[in-house]
């Protein structure tokens, strides 16, 4: 049974900062690509950032310079670092990952940019 959890979310001023961490079982997950997406109300689910098995990531573009991704395998981990938080970026975050046997979800975690 694939599941994967998120934590980390919450309430933070503009400017502000949060890590949010997405630990992942049930898959090797060294052999997965891994996501995070977000949904703001009213809105369609966005790619933020992914990276692949190798390493490699892109973002989109309202997030380049203020998110990174990045994974520990050893922990099959995935987190995303957002600093300079802006009221846009409020949204629920999922985290996924893609691979041979399919494409997995977390449940989502809140974060609410305000002041």
């Known amino acids: 049974q694939v599941q994967l959890v998120e934590s980390g979310g919450g309430l933070v001023q503009p400017g502000g900062s949060l890590r949010l961490s997405c630990e992942a079982s049930g898959i090797i997950f060294s052999l997965y690509a891994t996501g995070w997406y977000r949904q703001a109300p009213g809105k369609q689910r966005e790619l933020v950032a992914r990276?692949?098995?190798?390493?490699?990531?892109n973002y989109a573009d309202s997030v380049k310079g203020r998110f990174t991704i990045s994974r520990d395998n050893a922990k099959t981990t995935v987190y995303l670092q957002m600093n300079s938080l802006k009221p846009e970026d409020t949204a629920v975050y999922y985290c996924?990952?893609?691979?041979?046997?399919?494409?997995?979800w977390g449940q989502g975690i809140q974060v609410t940019v305000s002041s």
């Open positions: 990276m692949s098995p190798g390493g490699s990531t």
């Open positions: 996924n990952v893609v691979g041979l046997r399919g494409t997995y």
